[in-house]
């Protein structure tokens, strides 16, 4: 099991493999074996960003999933120094 900050790490390493992978397919549009890796590190990303919200509350203010309040502001930013 992954702490908060080692689950964070992964998140940013999906993050930038995304980036990078989107901008290889802007210019290689066909390119089918860099879609299917883009497909499977967004599914991985988001399983991640699943555990982390299950866990740590959200990351941003999209996932705050709490229909009786607003999660967001309760527990330290991800950037914040607390929250690593």
Known sequence: MKN???LMQVIR???????DLSLYLDTHTQ???ALQLYRKY???????VDEYVSRFGP??????????EWDWVKAPYPWEREAN
């Open 59 to 68: 990351i941003n203010h999209r996932e705050n999933e709490n229909e009786q």
């Open 42 to 48: 967004r599914t991985l990303r988001q399983a991640a």
């Open 13 to 19: 390493k999906y993050d930038f493999a995304l980036y």
């Open 4 to 6: 908060r900050n080692q």
């Open 31 to 33: 390119c089918r074996e």
